[in-house]
């Protein structure tokens, strides 16, 4: 085996280099502030003509068991802007899992034929740490069922810098499946570290797993309000939104009763703090009106756009030392 990529236990003053990334926990303060100035360099690469190859002749292993469109094609982006490819599937039905494969084999696979980083989304939660104990690469979890997707609470943080000029000390309002949605589950780490306020606004059945929030209180001194009433987002820094998340639903008719529990309008907006920035990971359904699009504090969109130099700071800093 050769290639930097492979020494995952390596030394070096990039303290990522490396490592894996399955669980936001997995970061400290300081390693995701390093992440976050080196999402501000590569940022400044993108906007300018720059042109970045430090990852040259690097493969990403993509390694898709589930849907999606920003975090895959961000990773797709990220990649070839540092001067490396990818390889890998969109869907299990493209593979040799549909024949039976196990997980570990296909990591063992794609570990062992080069690849220098594998980035995995599956819908089984713990799915990535058990990844990571089959490959001799870096394993990047881009979502694990309920579990976790670091990437993106890393993306939402940097989104809170560029759209609020900060990280830390801002009042949140989390919105919508909180008990389902992997991006809260990360997001809310993230946030305790940096200690801001949390209101979690769900219907009872849906609201943010109550292991979870005695760990930020337990762990990180945190204590934060829960309520299924969306007013409590009127008085905030940031909302953030997510969508019900049909997927995780056993039954068709309970995804039905909670679908369009929260949406936010024009209406809405008009009584809300002056300065309020919606945020929402995507894929956006009903919860917030495509009318309030265009106010300058609808940020969504952009903040998906920050996938990529964010995407493309974690790779460098997962692969050269
Ligand atoms: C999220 C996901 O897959 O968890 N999407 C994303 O990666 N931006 C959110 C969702 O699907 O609701």
Do not use: W
Not at 181 to 208: C, D, K, W
């Amino acid at each position: 085996m050769s290639g930097a990529a492979r020494h995952k236990e390596a030394n070096s003053c990039n303290s990522l280099y490396g490592k894996d990334l399955l669980d936001i926990r997995d970061l400290d303060k300081d390693q995701i502030k390093f992440l976050m100035r080196r999402a501000d360099t590569m940022l400044g690469a993108l906007n300018s003509s720059k042109r970045l190859d430090p990852l040259k002749n690097m493969i990403l292993g993509k390694l898709f068991f589930e849907e999606s469109t920003r975090t895959r094609q961000s990773f797709e982006i990220a990649i070839q802007k540092l001067g490396g490819g990818y390889t890998g599937f969109n869907s299990d039905k493209e593979t040799s899992v549909m024949k039976g494969e196990s997980l570990a084999d296909t990591i063992k696979v794609m570990s062992l034929m080069y690849a220098d980083v594998l980035v995995l989304r599956h819908p089984d939660e713990g799915a990535g740490r058990e990844a990571a104990t089959h490959s001799d690469v870096p394993v990047i979890n881009a979502g694990d069922g309920v579990g976790q997707h670091p990437t993106q609470a890393l993306l939402d943080l940097f989104t809170l810098r560029m759209e609020k000029g900060r990280m830390k000390d801002l009042n949140i309002a989390i919105v919508g499946d909180l008990a389902n949605g992997r991006t809260v589950h990360s997001l809310a780490y993230a946030l305790a570290l940096f200690n801001n306020n949390m209101t979690f606004i769900a219907p009872p059945e849906l609201q943010l797993p109550r292991r979870i929030i005695s760990d930020l209180k337990n762990n990180y001194s945190i204590s934060t309000q829960k309520t299924s009433s969306i007013e409590a987002a009127l008085d905030v820094d940031v909302i953030y939104m997510t969508r019900i998340q049909r997927e995780r639903f056993k039954k068709p008719e309970d995804y039905a009763r909670f679908a369009s529990s929260y949406t936010i309008d024009e209406d809405f907006m008009s009584k809300a703090r002056e300065g309020t920035i919606v945020m929402h990971p995507g894929p956006r359904l009903t919860e917030i009106s495509p009318k309030i699009d265009s106010l300058p504090g609808s940020v969504y969109f952009r903040q998906a756009s920050y996938g990529v130099p964010v995407r493309m700071a974690i790779l460098k800093s997962l692969l050269v030392k």
